[in-house]
């Protein structure tokens, strides 16, 4: 079964100290990876996305992501955290079987929290 | 630009009653879809459109009816709600084919039945 997993329910980092956020996956095929945020009492926003190409991927609001195949792994990644990073992170796949349909398969979260 | 709008932003029903959890999206986006967040489940899908009078059903669809009568609006109607479905519920859009990862989503909808 096509899946995602997230690891650690919770990362605390300092500000200004680098963070990162694990994500591993399970499909079949090339995957197609997101990285999405939620913040407090909003809906989800998308921050980045590799589909193929260059391993490393640059997202909105300083994020990036490394793609690593040998390890299925896309973890999410920032050199400087801050303050107002702390969020609720979210990767997702594409359904391989979906076709263009947009159906995501998304990992169960994982809460951010950068302490000044 | 409004975006995807979800209304109400709370509700709290009996177990048995019957709601629509309305959303409406106003970027002509094709695609369109309901996700239920659970804590430590992430967001599973309920169901999803890939236009108007287009449905299927996504990964937890039962006790769930939705229905694609225009671009904009995609509601979603529990017909007896049950304690199992106090979640809270997203809708999502997206323009088609290549775009079609790219989710814009609502608010949401804080739902508890009792």
């Known amino acids: 079964a096509q899946s995602v997993a997230q690891p650690e329910d919770q990362v605390n980092v300092a500000e200004g100290n680098p963070l990162t956020v694990k994500c591993t996956y399970s499909v079949s095929g090339n995957p197609y990876l997101f990285w999405y945020v939620q913040y407090p009492n909003r809906g989800l926003q998308f921050l980045l996305k590799?589909?193929?190409?260059?391993?490393l991927v640059k997202g909105s609001y300083g994020f990036e992501a490394e793609f690593n195949k040998s390890q299925t792994s896309f973890h999410l990644k920032k050199p400087s955290a801050l303050v107002s990073d702390s969020a609720l992170y979210f990767c997702?796949?594409?359904?391989?079987?979906?076709?263009?349909?947009?159906?995501?398969?998304f990992g169960q979260g994982t809460t951010l929290q950068v302490k000044p | 630009n409004a975006g995807v709008t979800q209304t109400p932003k709370f509700q709290v029903l009996k177990t048995g009653q019957s709601m629509t959890l309305q959303c409406a999206q106003d970027?002509?986006?094709?695609?369109m879809s309901w996700y239920r967040q659970d804590p430590g489940m992430g967001l599973r899908l309920i169901h999803y459109s890939v236009g108007a009078g287009i449905t299927d059903q996504g990964e937890v669809p039962n006790g769930y009816n939705v229905s694609r009568s225009t671009t904009e609006d995609f509601p979603l109607r529990l017909l007896s709600a049950a304690p199992s479905q106090t979640s809270v519920y997203f809708c999502?859009?997206?323009?088609?084919?290549?775009?079609?990862?790219?989710?814009?989503f609502g608010a949401g909808t804080r739902l508890s039945v009792l």
């Open positions: 997702a796949v594409r359904d391989p079987y979906s076709g263009n349909t947009g159906k995501l398969i």
């Open positions: 970027m002509n986006h094709e695609y």
């Open positions: 590799y589909i193929t190409g260059d391993n």
């Open positions: 999502a859009s997206s323009y088609s084919g290549t775009q079609v990862d790219i989710q814009y």
